[in-house]
């Protein structure tokens, strides 16, 4: 149904609102009215922020992670050990393992990963750079930390073999048992992993 | 928990996308980095719309709808039935009632409800100017269309009150069972006032 706005203003916001992924019309709306109750300054600083954001927002040089200066703060740290990195394919990956507290080494975002569905193929992601970096001989280790659907399985095997015939360790995170699930319940292609995977009980108390 | 954030430009992005009613941290940030893979002028676009939004807003000086003049399209349409006025809590109802197509007069926006609770009394509303309108003359009806909530019934009475001394006709929307709803899962307030209120048969096949 088309919904008639009273004002274009209203109509530009609301439509605005409703390019956001997951906002409809009718939270779209809900939006608008609400900033219409808030005070110019605040309306102000919030359609700024995120203009500035899209502007002025850096990727890192080294992993491509979003920055604020040339080289992102996890890679300018010498506290972090440079011989390990973690491939991920999003910011949001490295903020999630960040957040574990349990990495210490460093990050390679690849912006994506290989789907050709989505039209998206190796030249499209940061993999020639990754190379690059694991032939500088400072890296001794790379961990494949995509997601275990098709296309993340597609883009460790070619990571595998592109990166295979360098020296470097490829090592690719734990696939297993979620810590609270239940093995009843649990799928036949992860419990199978986690027990062709199993690893010395002993190490486990370590962490 | 607290999240680090790489960027600052981020950081700020995702403060002012949580401040929006109903969408939490993990939501603003996914709004802030969709907004990263937007060109500079969607973004652009975006934030712009949303401050001319709140800068540029005009409230029609009759009714108090939103508008982009002076006067509301729907104050302002000469084909509307000025003796008939709906009064309304907000803009949302006025749009809600003129997508039913079945009011042909005008509103009055109160711009919310007497709520003692929320610390909003009479005096916070356009009750003054409804009153005026009233004394014009030209108004003969007044349809009450507010929430069937205690704070709705409560602006009612206060209305009822106040334009009492009126010769002005003041009458309030039906209150019944939704169309489509089952009768033995209605509650009682709503099946008893339904009952009461009952009308003739014949003037329902008119609609």
Request: charged residues 25%.
């Amino acid at each position: 149904m088309l919904q008639k706005y009273p004002s274009v203003l209203l109509e530009n916001a609301v439509n605005e609102f409703a390019k956001l992924p997951g906002i409809g019309r009718k939270t779209a709306l809900r939006l608008a009215l609400h900033s219409l109750k808030r005070t110019v300054d605040e309306v102000d600083t919030f359609g700024n922020a995120i203009i500035h954001l899209r502007k002025g927002i850096n990727y890192c040089k080294v992993c491509h992670n979003i920055c604020d200066t040339e080289i992102c703060n996890i890679c300018a740290d010498p506290s972090r050990d440079e011989s390990l990195v973690c491939v991920v394919e999003n910011i949001k990956e490295v903020m999630a393992i960040e957040n574990t507290g349990q990495f210490r080494g460093l990050y390679h975002v690849l912006g994506g990963i290989i789907s050709p569905m989505d039209g998206i193929g190796p030249s499209d992601l940061q993999i020639e750079s990754l190379v690059q970096r694991t032939q500088s001989g400072r890296v001794k280790e790379i961990v494949l930390a995509l997601s275990t659907t098709m296309e993340g399985d597609t883009t460790n095997f070619y990571l595998y073999r592109k990166l295979n015939d360098s020296k470097v360790k490829i090592s690719i995170i734990a696939r297993g048992i979620s810590i609270g699930d239940e093995i009843e319940y649990t799928d036949e292609i992860t419990l199978g992993r986690s027990i062709v995977n199993r690893v010395n009980f002993s190490d486990t108390l370590k962490l």
